[in-house]
């Protein structure tokens, strides 16, 4: 038994915070499931970013496609992105089932650009599950002022969030009413809450970082 796989007898759920399209076709991905090393993806663009500069090759053809379609960079990289977070949901699809919809999660980010523009976030968020097509897909909306109602808006619509940028357990709580909000809004709406899931992501690599200044 390695490390990881203790920590998931342990209840402990490991997040990769990583996705490419190699990880997916090579079997990596789902090996490190079976393996119980991983339990859920996230993903953001600067992740695939990388995965697009690093995987030239892995995207070269679809890339190709879709500029002969005649889409732009934005449309472009919306289509690799959702196609990856698809592609990793399907593997993933097993363990959200056994896990009763806690694991086997896949997060994909709405644009940061729109962080501090609800209307367009809900739009996107929208588009995102969508596009994506998959109960296991989370919707990453930042916890900035803005966010906050279009976290409430998302839920209610019943879409599942992965709340991003807290940093404080003051903007914590009101993640937590936003969130509470959107539920008695879908309940009312004759929605099935149970497939309505959400994660508050605290941003713990920025909190050390600055912490680490601190104390150099």
Request: charged content about 20%; hydrophobic content about 45%; some cysteine.
């Amino acid at each position: 038994m390695n490390a990881l796989e203790g920590l998931t007898d342990l209840g402990v759920s490991i997040w990769l915070d990583d996705l490419d399209r190699h990880r997916i076709t090579s079997g990596n991905l789902a090996d490190l499931i079976e393996s119980k090393c991983v339990r859920g993806v996230t993903t953001n663009p600067a992740i695939f970013d990388k995965a697009v500069s690093a995987g030239a090759e892995a995207y070269a053809a679809q890339i190709s496609d879709l500029t002969a379609q005649g889409k732009d960079v934005d449309q472009i990289i919306r289509r690799l992105t959702t196609d990856d977070v698809r592609a990793a949901c399907d593997l993933f699809t097993g363990l959200w089932q056994q896990s009763g919809g806690v694991d086997g999660r896949v997060s994909i980010e709405v644009d940061p650009r729109l962080a501090n523009d609800t209307s367009a976030t809900i739009t996107q968020a929208a588009e995102l599950w969508s596009q994506v097509a998959r109960p296991n897909a989370l919707i990453k909306i930042p916890a900035t002022k803005a966010g906050l109602p279009a976290i409430t808006e998302t839920i209610a619509s019943g879409i599942s969030v992965n709340v991003t940028l807290i940093f404080s357990v003051d903007r914590y709580r009101e993640v937590i009413v936003a969130y509470e909000a959107g539920l008695v809004r879908a309940r009312a709406a004759g929605l099935d809450l149970s497939p309505i899931q959400s994660v508050a992501s605290f941003f713990v690599s920025r909190v050390d970082a600055a912490v680490d200044a601190q104390l150099e």
